[in-house]
């Protein structure tokens, strides 16, 4: 399976694609002066306390005060507050970690008025974007992600990712990072850790450590407001998370961005930085590998299945809703259930690369096509966990019911990804919209092949607006005589101007009207 980054800039900030096999499975845009991410310290003040959500809200400058639980106030809270202090007071000496005298533990259960007072400041890290009218999640539980370990300032304590199974490997990294992390830092080990030799480790150790000091450094001076340290850009941090022997490509088509990407991979995997590419063609980078297409077809309302069957997607304020439907794909198979099981199958794929595209989170509900037997049930349910399993984000999927209906939640940190599906309607001269019109040529390719193969259908004309007829019938060898080949029938086609550029019909060869399910 090929991995390849791609990122595009944009006056208004970055896009990022994550291709598997030249098909998108995650996808981001960055703002040219990213402010909030996740993985963001700020110095903030404290502004409120609500006694009834045991909370506080602190101001870090956003337009709205963030919001910080007494769960998120971190096991080590008066040892941060009180390290905090003595770094702004004693400017002219340096204050380090490793020989400092760790505080209490404050209680699990205890209230947040006796943890913060208001109006001091604190030092907060952001784990969850602003999201529609909500301001960011705060936590005071700081930490500094790697790309192969986690360091936990005032913590003592070596947790293995339990992605990591081996229990000799486990034991391995355990000794490992006991024996080289200095005292008074906590490490989490990452899963991509598996395997990495001391060198590699103790080199990630020791730049998330020099993170730590150099923003602690900035402490020295800092006013409320102020990020004492930022996450590195998207683009960086992805790069961080998923890079591996399996990547192929990292593309990029400014100078800035490719010195940038080639500067973190070759510090962090030299033997790699030769993927890293510079796109200077003229056709735009997204244009030229196809990626603005599948974004127009991956991003509305519906999305269709390989098979002929395809999915609602539904948004509102509490919850995602997904509905599975078979289309044309009802006649193909033995029987109801083997449709069902089919159809599902496929819209399980597709669900999990959703979840990841739009970055979906909270609760979904999924209505699958009904199966009766259980095992088919179980099947679909086994076939969605193998599907996430590459997603980053926490998540919990839950069996399905008898209905049919499978519930998952999705850990959301950042804004649902939307991109605009529809475009102004030549035909109309504006006053509406159509479904983007670059994917007609494939539907209309889609709903052929059922008609030919499925339904037996010979002598198959097509009505279609003159711009969709020419892309069919110019050219040599023209999509046409590539149908002819391949069906072994002439497929007639003729102009009609009075259809929208994304009208077309199908007659059957008494010239009547064959019904096609959307």
């Given at each position: ?27 981001h845009i960055e703002q040219s002066e990213p402010q909030f991410s996740v993985g963001d310290i700020y110095l903030g003040t404290v502004k ?291 449709t069902a099981l089919s159809v599902n199958r496929e819209a399980a794929k597709e669900v999990a690369r959703q979840l990841r595209l739009r ?160």
């Open positions: 399976m090929s991995n390849e980054l791609i990122i595009n800039s944009t006056p208004k900030g970055d896009r990022i694609a994550l291709l598997h096999d030249k098909r998108i499975v995650e996808y409120k306390l609500v006694s009834g959500l045991n909370a506080a809200f602190i101001d870090i400058g956003y337009e709205k005060d963030a919001f910080l639980h007494y769960h998120d106030l971190g096991p080590n809270l008066p040892t941060l507050q009180k390290f905090t202090r003595e770094v702004m007071t004693k400017k002219n000496k340096v204050v380090r970690l490793e020989n400092f005298k760790l505080e209490p533990e404050i209680d699990k259960l205890g209230k947040i008025e006796k943890a913060v007072q208001k109006g001091h400041l604190a030092l907060v890290q952001v784990v969850k974007e602003p999201i529609s009218t909500k301001g960011p999640r705060l936590s005071c539980d700081i930490s500094i992600a790697g790309r192969f370990l986690v360091l936990v300032p005032f913590a003592n304590g070596v947790n293995i990712s339990k992605k990591i199974t081996s229990k000799a490997e486990r034991n391995r990294l355990q000794k490992l990072m006991t024996s080289i992390k200095p005292k008074n830092y906590g490490v989490i080990v990452r899963t991509v850790a598996e395997g990495k030799a001391v060198e590699e480790m103790e080199r990630d150790l020791k730049d998330s450590i020099a993170k730590w000091e150099e923003g602690l450094v900035k402490l020295v001076d800092a006013k409320a407001g102020d990020r004492i340290i930022g996450e590195m850009s998207r683009a960086t941090s992805m790069l961080r998370d998923l890079l591996n022997n399996d990547f192929d490509n990292v593309i990029v088509d400014t100078p800035e961005l490719y010195n940038e990407a080639k500067g973190y991979v070759h510090n962090v995997a030299p033997e790699k930085e030769k993927i890293v590419k510079l796109h200077q063609s003229k056709t735009k980078l997204f244009e030229q590998l196809g990626i603005e297409k599948q974004l127009k077809m991956l991003f509305g309302r519906s999305v269709s299945l390989p098979g002929g069957g395809y999915l609602i997607v539904e948004h509102t304020e509490a919850l995602h809703v997904i509905d599975v439907n078979s289309g044309n794909k009802s006649n193909s198979e033995e029987d109801q259930e083997a970055d979906m989170g909270g609760i979904i509900v999924i209505d699958f096509i009904d199966m009766k037997k259980a095992d088919n049930r179980k099947l679909i349910q086994d076939i969605m966990r193998d599907e996430m399993r590459g997603d980053r984000s926490k998540y919990t999927i839950l069996p399905l019911t008898k209905f049919g209906l499978m519930q998952i939640t999705r850990q959301r940190v950042r804004p649902e990804m939307n991109v605009a599906t529809h475009e102004t309607c030549p035909s109309c001269g504006g006053t509406g919209s159509i479904t983007a019109s670059i994917a007609v040529s494939d539907i209309v390719e889609q709903h052929l092949e059922h008609l030919v193969t499925k339904q037996n259908e010979k002598k198959l004309t097509i009505l279609a607006h003159p711009f969709l007829s020419a892309y069919f019938t110019k050219g040599f060898p023209s999509i046409r005589m590539s149908w002819f080949l391949k069906y072994k029938t002439w497929i007639t086609i003729m102009e009609d101007s009075s259809f929208g550029i994304t009208e077309f019909k199908f007659l059957n060869q008494n010239g009547d009207q064959i019904e096609i399910s959307s």
